[in-house]
């Protein structure tokens, strides 16, 4: 009987070794931060076969939310892969169309905002501390662009959306706070390549085009399950 209780004994404890080191492995992190929607310069006609026209574009801050899953690889070690959701948001501030000559338009008004899901592939940096852990990562993947913005008297409006290719890069630190959860702050660059908007404007519809580059600044919790 007590070498009964003791297998017993032992399968219980491998079981819960087992289990914790599969509660250490996936983890769900969201983020919250500021976000900077970096100037833009987009490309096009003034109108159906009109002449090249630029729409500079400067935007407000604004904020970005994220959601990630993602699980370590034992098998290479300090290595992370997750998959990640976030939406940001920027008002526009400033716009200046060459086609109506030098000068800042009036009546600028909307934003832009972007949701993006990117496949991420992190590297968590080992250290003597053993609570902080820096962390760099890169990743691909799409966004959704959606601009609403007008200006001018009549107005003119950059009213439409695109879904484009997308990359970004990762900077942070994680600091653990117990054994499942983890303070993390980190900077993300990202640039959604090629969008092509519809400028709506008196001599009718152009595409105007440029990339979108974004430079957030995140904190986040990290829990591992």
Same mark, same amino acid.
């Given at each position: 009987?007590?070498? +009964?209780?003791?297998?017993?004994?032992?399968? !219980?404890?491998?079981?819960?070794?087992?289990?914790?080191?599969?509660?250490?492995?996936?983890? +769900?992190?969201?983020?919250?931060?500021?976000? #900077?929607?970096?100037?833009?310069?987009?490309?096009?006609?003034?109108?159906?076969?009109?002449? #090249?026209?630029?729409?500079?574009?400067?935007?407000?801050?604004?904020?970005?939310?994220?959601?990630?899953?993602?699980?370590?690889?034992?098998?290479?070690?300090?290595?992370?892969?997750?998959?990640?959701?976030?939406?940001?948001?920027?008002?526009? &501030? !400033?716009?200046?169309?060459?086609?109506?000559?030098?000068?800042?338009?009036?009546?600028? &008004?909307?934003?832009?905002?972007?949701?993006?899901?990117?496949?991420?592939?992190?590297?968590?940096?080992?250290? !003597?501390?053993?609570?902080?852990?820096?962390?760099?990562?890169?990743?691909?993947?799409?966004?959704?662009? &959606?601009?609403?913005?007008?200006?001018?008297?009549?107005?003119?409006?950059?009213?439409?959306?695109?879904?484009?290719?997308?990359?970004?890069?990762?900077?942070?630190?994680?600091?653990?706070?117990?054994?499942?959860?983890? +303070?993390?702050?980190?900077?993300?660059?990202?640039?959604?390549?090629?969008?092509? +908007?519809?400028?709506?404007?008196?001599?009718?519809?152009?595409?105007?085009?440029?990339?979108?580059?974004?430079?957030?600044?995140?904190?986040?919790?990290?829990?591992?399950?």
């Amino acid at each position: 009987m007590n070498k +009964l209780k003791a297998f017993a004994v032992a399968v !219980s404890a491998a079981v819960v070794s087992s289990s914790a080191t599969a509660q250490e492995q996936f983890y +769900l992190h969201g983020t919250l931060g500021f976000n #900077q929607l970096l100037d833009t310069d987009q490309t096009g006609a003034s109108g159906p076969g009109g002449t #090249q026209a630029n729409v500079d574009s400067d935007y407000d801050g604004g904020y970005n939310l994220g959601i990630a899953v993602g699980t370590k690889i034992p098998a290479w070690s300090g290595i992370r892969a997750e998959l990640a959701l976030s939406y940001a948001q920027n008002d526009a &501030d !400033s716009i200046d169309f060459s086609g109506n000559g030098a000068g800042e338009e009036g009546n600028v &008004d909307g934003d832009i905002s972007s949701t993006s899901i990117f496949a991420n592939v992190l590297y968590d940096i080992e250290t !003597s501390h053993e609570r902080f852990t820096p962390y760099i990562g890169a990743g691909i993947g799409a966004s959704f662009i &959606d601009s609403s913005i007008s200006y001018g008297g009549l107005p003119v409006r950059i009213d439409d959306d695109d879904e484009v290719f997308a990359a970004q890069l990762i900077a942070g630190a994680a600091y653990k706070l117990n054994d499942r959860l983890d +303070l993390t702050v980190d900077a993300r660059y990202s640039r959604a390549f090629d969008v092509e +908007l519809t400028r709506v404007g008196p001599a009718g519809p152009a595409t105007v085009s440029d990339d979108f580059d974004n430079l957030s600044l995140n904190v986040g919790l990290r829990f591992g399950f």
